[in-house]
C-alpha cells in the first residue's frame, strides 16, 4: 500500500470515528429529567450573590426549557445546602 494511500485512508477513518462521536453528543435529552432542581453547592451570600455573575450562560437553556423568564431568584429552585 502506498503512503499516500494509507495516510488518505487514516484521515477518512479518523473522521467517520469523529462523526460517530459527535452524533452521540446530539442526542442527549433536551428535557428536563424532572425532580428538583440541583441544590446550590456554595455560599449564596456577599461575593456570591449576584448568581448571574458567574453563571449568566445559563439563560438559553433555561429559556429553551422552561420560556421566556428573569432569573434574578435563582435560589427559588436552586435550594442552598
Known amino acids: 500500500m502506498k503512503r499516500t494511500t494509507f495516510i488518505l485512508l487514516a484521515l477518512v477513518l479518523m473522521a467517520l470515528v469523529g462523526f460517530y462521536i459527535r452524533a452521540g453528543w446530539d442526542k442527549a435529552p433536551k428535557t428536563p429529567q424532572g425532580g428538583d432542581a440541583p441544590a446550590t453547592p456554595h455560599e449564596t451570600t456577599g461575593a456570591y450573590e449576584n448568581c448571574l455573575a458567574c453563571h449568566g450562560n ?11 423568564g428573569n432569573y434574578d431568584d435563582c435560589l427559588k429552585c436552586h435550594k442552598p445546602k
Open 58 to 68: 445559563i439563560t438559553a437553556s433555561h429559556n429553551e426549557l422552561f420560556g421566556e
